[in-house]
């Protein structure tokens, strides 16, 4: 069975800080996909960064980044200079290759967000 | 174009009445979901229809009942439902792989009273 794991429920911290959301997955497929959603206030679940269990590179996009350590099951997502609009809920997510039937997500519990002016 | 709508954003309804969730895509996709997210706690899945069929239902109480009535629409319907089935109701699409994103719409926020 799939499991995702997000240890930090809360972070706050003052705007332009730096904020590290720890992920750590349990899965028997070797075959995966590891995603990483932000829900504001609003409620809709807004995709931020894919990535597959074959690709190990590490990414920067603009103030996201994200480091993905196969050895360790871990895909920690950083947001660099953080700013009031990124308080939100952050969700880490698993899913397997599965069929072209509909594919199931695995949430982790969320990592609320706080960026304090 | 990555857009998925549901309406109503707010519905509130007593046990008794019959109501219905409506989620609608237009970008191709061929897999469409349904979940259920509770305050403070991740989303959790309810159906998945692929090519308008019902692929996945994760055992979810008979009085939700979700339609999909072509490759565009998701209807979920609501009859004599529990306060303990208030929620956001997210709908979802995607290609229906593991490896396809999964885009969500805003939700429906639902009280039962």
């Known amino acids: 069975a799939q499991k995702v794991t997000q240890a930090q429920t809360e972070i706050s911290v003052v705007e332009k800080e730096d904020v590290t959301l720890d992920c750590v997955y349990e899965?028997?497929?070797?075959?995966?996909?590891l995603f990483w959603y932000k829900q504001p206030p609003s409620g809709e679940l807004v995709f931020l960064i894919r990535?597959?269990?074959?690709?190990?590179q590490n990414e920067i996009s603009g103030r996201y980044s994200w480091n993905f350590q196969k050895s360790t099951s871990s895909f920690n997502f950083t947001i660099t200079a953080s700013q009031v609009v990124d308080s939100a809920v952050y969700f880490c997510?698993?899913?397997?290759?599965?069929?072209?039937?509909?594919?199931?997500?695995?949430f982790g519990g969320g990592t609320r967000v706080l960026v304090k002016p | 174009d990555t857009e998925v709508t549901q309406t109503p954003k707010h519905l509130v309804m007593g046990m008794t009445n019959k109501k219905s969730l409506k989620c609608e895509q237009h970008?191709?996709?061929?897999?469409m979901y349904w979940y259920k997210q509770k305050a403070k706690k991740p989303p959790e899945l309810m159906f998945v229809?692929?090519?308008?069929?019902?692929?996945i239902n994760e055992s979810v109480p008979s009085r939700f009942s979700p339609e999909c009535p072509n490759s565009s629409l998701l209807n979920l319907h609501l009859h004599a439902l529990q306060p303990e089935d208030s929620a956001l109701y997210l709908c979802a699409s995607n290609q229906g792989h593991g490896r396809e994103t999964q885009y969500f719409g805003p939700g429906t926020r639902l009280l039962v009273l």
């Open positions: 997510a698993l899913s397997e290759e599965g069929k072209a039937a509909g594919n199931k997500l695995t």
């Open positions: 229809y692929s090519y308008e069929k019902l692929s």
């Open positions: 970008m191709g996709h061929r897999a």
């Open positions: 990535r597959n269990s074959f690709d190990e």
């Open positions: 899965t028997r497929d070797t075959t995966y996909y």
